[in-house]
């Protein structure tokens, strides 16, 4: 079992940066990829970014060259760095990890709100 807790979010204005930030807990050995999803109202959630044990970065189209994923495996936690934020990308921000005891499985944190004012 992993535990997954958000903190950082709020509201800003477009153009400006907000820093999310995940701790893990529990089964944090096993934990293979950290990152991302997002949530806006009435939408899918979508990916935003992850990041594997060895490093290896993958970001949507949408916040590429603008978010900045990073990862801490001693201390099990995952870092996202948004930086000329627009309005679209206001939405719940939830932490999401793989981890692979036995077989893959899914844990989700319980979501953050960023708001982006145009």
């Known amino acids: 079992q992993v535990q997954l807790v958000e903190s950082g979010g709020g509201l800003v204005q477009a153009g400006g940066s907000l820093r999310l930030s995940c701790a893990a807990s529990g089964s944090i050995f096993n934990i293979i990829t950290m990152g991302w999803y997002r949530q806006a109202p009435g939408k899918q959630r979508e990916f935003v970014a992850h990041?594997?044990?060895?490093?290896?970065?993958t970001y949507a189209g949408s916040v590429k060259g603008r978010f900045t994923i990073s990862r801490d495996n001693a201390k099990a936690t995952v870092t996202l760095l948004m930086n000329s934020l627009k309005p679209e990308d206001t939405a719940v921000y939830y932490c999401h990890a793989v981890e692979g005891r036995i077989g893959l499985s899914d844990y989700w944190g319980q979501g953050t709100q960023v708001t982006v004012s145009s």
């Open positions: 990041i594997t044990r060895e490093g290896s970065e």
